[in-house]
């Protein structure tokens, strides 16, 4: 399955409560994104909390989308990436 | 996860939360063997654990059951406050006062759960009826589960239902079988087809999973859950049980009795078990999957001579149902009688419109070719070919043609082989082979030259005026069309006009006046349907649907695909279901319905292979378009594999992917591409006579600035563009509602233009178009050009969608379901299951209680905005 990096904004600044609430909006999505056969894998936010960068692993980005209609998730930017790190070469060099 | 129970588990959650209160309740929970009450109740359990008590005791399928077994093993629960242990001696009702008295002073609320009642023994049938009087007084709720198909009239809980029944604290529930809907959500990862598996299954939680698990068509767990039922019938049940298993959908009664020599008592004993069911004087099994465990389990010899035994029963009949006789000919392995019946049962089908059935007919009497004489093979392989067509399986209709072809030429019967050629032409096409579909229509227009037979000549003609249409030459398909028309009237043959009409008001839609063609084509569908026709009319519409799309009359071509893959739904008539629901994705990706473009389209690119290219092609192409306006990954690749697929296709079925790479190349910058890109179409679109084709392809050839004005005879909002007339332009774009289009033609005009083109693209989510346009308005020094859409998502807490929030929202002021499913123009079905969603998803078990917690959670109108996204 493709992965994906999908860009949002919240102009308030995102707020994910650490309480019980906080939990069931997680699972929601989750729950969410597994009938469009979507899977996050993590999110980076920037330090204003206005930008997400998040890792997803889906079948189309159409599911990505539609996965975000689902959650209520503002989508900018989907790009299509491959995981590359700095210890790739390891072993091939040796 | 449990699928479509959302609401039977609301409704038990509400009424265990209701008996805390101290009104309890007796909840008769019914459903089929495998419908799945026991993960019901696990799930209810699970759900009422953490607020209440849960005790769980059950009956066994024991020839003798152990006495009020369900209540023995309550009673080992530590958190059951009675005992069993001196029951055998004890009088039963003491117990049952015991068990009424923790019901009555326990602290939370009790689910007690009695599984499958149907097997109880008296006393516990006593204990129901004792409980059942007295529950309302208690802080419980008493639910029993039991399975309604093995209930007969006689079944002694039935007594004590109608004992129960009007009492207020008797609530009834109904574990249905699953939609196909919920089947195909089960399948999504699977390669099963949904409606398939729903048919085979019955829509049966048990056979659902462990097909999906096993993988195989018949799972071992399936058929011993079937046997072990079977198996507790009497001999003479079993024989008609056996007998119904090895006929197609149901079986006479009086067929039942003869071939299992069993008398009604034994019917009634097949029945009241559950195992098969009658429907009027029909006996039939509830699943098919049962069906062919029991016919898989008997003997070869066994089955044979059921299988005869049914021919001759069958052929005594005064109408001889040939469909059946054709089955059990194919089952028996009696070639002759397979010759002698499946031929005719396949025409029956087919003017039935069961195409599926009809190939079925035809490919099991051309097993048996060597007994048929050689025109009539030809005949059958022929008659073949027109529903493999229609079931999209176009290779396998070639090849029968192919083969027909050979006697045909040998034979020098020019006129059958004119007609299998304009066939033949039909089907090349369809498998790209151009060339040799127009070489094969020729040949028939020159065979019939001499053979004296006009209605042949005419309908060759009219054949190939249909490949010049789709070739989109406009003056060959006229030349053709005229001498059709001049030969059917010297025949007078109605049918051979009529089909002269069809073909000239398709010319007319596609290279004509398209205002007069598209009301030709609804007349001509009109009349193919007073004659009975129903596969021309539809073919009529379906013209109209692709026809009317490429020159965008939205309106009609939209109400004709929709009728028409509704009636090619059901008339397996797969070749125009997938090549309709493609032009349902072309118009909604020209109209902005992006969404919904997409959804279609991968409907449709999923089932591409082994059939007519046209329909994938066209569905990609729509699918790779949404993807380069939004600026979505994967667009080059979608459009490319259109292109592969379509090697070979029309010009027709080419441009838009085309269009649709050099409008890419555009939004990135890479216009100086865009005439190479468009080489080959472009010439493709001069040499024909499409108007929108040559308006649209010219519009990007314009675009990179490859040509300074429009190409003759372009459609004419691309040439009011390409005029610079963009005000007239976006206003004809707007009247056919092509907003991005219509977006366009504003980006080309003054600042005020410009920024509505923005706010178009932004509602429409065309990032790179949009972006392109602010780009421009900042180097013209403009001040305040809006942000892009923002969603107001501090997100829902909840996580609920859109359309939850609103049903929140109405539910809030106190609306009905039926009163909310009028305000959104959903049925009430699909408002009933977005309310159990918001239920779950608030964790609440009533309206009231969902109600306070959106409220607490500053999700309603008062309490923030997010309700107003």
Redesign the interface.
Known sequence: MPRYVVERTFDGGLEVPTDPNGFDTMMGVVGNNAKEQVTWVQSFVSADKTKTYCIYDGPSPEAIRRAAELNSLPVDVISEVRVLDPYFYVGASS | MLLERDGLLAGLEHLVDVAGDGAGALAMISGEAGSGKTSLMNELARRIEPRGRVLIGGCDPLTTPRPLSPLMDIAADPDAHFTGHDLVESDPFSLFADVLDDLKGTIRPTLLVIEDMHWADEATLDFLRYIGRRVADTKAVVACTYREDELGTDHPLRTVLGDLATRQSTVRFSVDPLTVEAVGYLA??SRHDPADLHRLTGGNAFYVTEILATGEHLPGSVSDAVMARVRRLTPPAQRVVEGVSVAPRDLAVDHALALSGADLSDIDEATLSGVVVARGARLAFRHELARSAVEDSLPMGRRLSLHREMIDLLRADEDLDLARLAHHAGRAGDGSLVVEYAPEAARQASLRGAHREAAEFFELALIEADRVIPSELAQLRLDLAVELGILDRQEQALQQLLLAAEFYRESSDHVMLASLLRRLSSVLWRNLDLVGARRAIDEAIELLQDAGDDEALALAHEESAFNWMLARRHASAREDLARCRDLAERTGADHVLLLHDYMAATVETVLGDAERGVAGLKRVESQFRERGDDRLAASALGMLGSGGGEVRRYDPALDALRTAIEEGLRTDADFMVAYNRSWMARIAFEQGRW?EA??IA?LVAEERYGRAAIAPVTALGA?GR??VR?????AQEALEEALRIGEGCEMQHLWSPYCGLAELAWLEGRSGEIPKILDWVWGQALAADSRWARGEVGFWMWKAGAINEPPDAAAEPFALHMNGRWKEAADAWHDIDCPYEEALALAEGDEEAMLEAITIFDGLGA?PAARIVRSRLRAMGVAHIPQ???????????????RQ?EVLGLMAEGLSNGEIADRLYISKKTTEHHVSAVLA?L?ASTRAKAIARAES?HMTKDGGDGLR?
């Open positions: 999504s990862e969404e997409t959804r991968e699918l949404v993807r939004r600026g979505d990954p994967g990032r892009g859409p923002r969603l107001e998502t501090r997100a829902n807490p909840a996580g609920l969608t859109n929030v998803k964790g959670l996204q």
